[in-house]
């Protein structure tokens, strides 16, 4: 299970494909097909700047594990986006934390009272931040990477391939959606962008080693 807290998902904010000032979307959550979680996601962004805020609800056996709430800050930039601030909450942990030095190019994380700094790396982003990321990217790029900063002092390295288009059915309505593809000798990630939906993620399909599987998709999408 150690990734599937990367899944929860946003909105991409670009010129061709932008969604309204203020987009809420929920997930649900499933592991081996049976829902675990709820997540609420919530996209603010207006004169360059963005704020993500995802929110976690365990089901059933999984409530015992309590709440989760991330946010992420930053700005829309010519260059992509670039996040600033970062934190990720949990029942029961420490929070972590991060922010973005793109000035001095310093990324700072802070975990359990530690904090460390590190060289900012090309095209970083955070674990929220990261999905927003891949639907700001133009289409027609066939290698996307990024390198995602976790708050408690890891950087990850994120490939993705275009694998394609597809129509997709959600309880969210159906879609004409880009497909990513990101492949590890440990895990296999697929990503679904609805294309007429300003490029939101609606799908995520992540399948671990041991063939567990973990898929979030999108229930409602509403733009007030």
Not at 48 to 64: A, D, N, P, V
Not at 96 to 102: E, K, P
Not at 125 to 151: H, K, M, T, W, Y
Request: aromatic share 8%.
């Amino acid at each position: 299970m150690r990734n599937w807290l990367y899944l929860p998902l946003s909105a991409v904010v670009v010129a061709h494909a932008a969604p309204p000032g203020h987009v809420d979307i929920e997930y649900e959550l499933r592991r081996n097909g049976s829902p675990i979680a709820e997540v609420h996601e919530r996209l603010e962004h207006g004169n360059g700047s963005y704020q993500l805020t995802e929110t976690w609800r365990g089901k059933g056996f999984y409530r015992l594990l309590g709440k989760a709430k991330r946010v992420s800050r930053g700005n829309v930039t010519a260059e992509g986006l670039r996040p600033l601030e970062f934190s990720d909450e949990r029942t029961g942990r420490d929070t972590a934390r991060a922010w973005f030095d793109w000035q001095a190019g310093t990324v700072t994380m802070q975990y359990k009272g530690e904090r460390h700094s590190r060289p900012l790396p090309a095209h970083a982003q955070d674990r929220l931040s990261f999905l927003l990321a891949l639907s700001f990217v133009p289409e027609g790029e066939q290698s996307i990477v990024f390198n995602i900063a976790d708050g408690k002092g890891g950087l990850s390295r994120h490939e993705y391939q275009f694998a394609g288009r597809e129509r997709l059915k959600t309880p969210a309505g159906e879609f004409d959606a880009v497909k990513l593809l990101r492949e590890k000798e440990d895990e296999r990630a697929e990503i679904w962008l609805a294309t007429q939906a300003g490029r939101l993620p609606v799908r995520v399909l992540v399948t671990e080693g041991d063939g567990t599987r973990y898929e979030q998709v999108a229930t409602r999408i509403s733009a007030p």
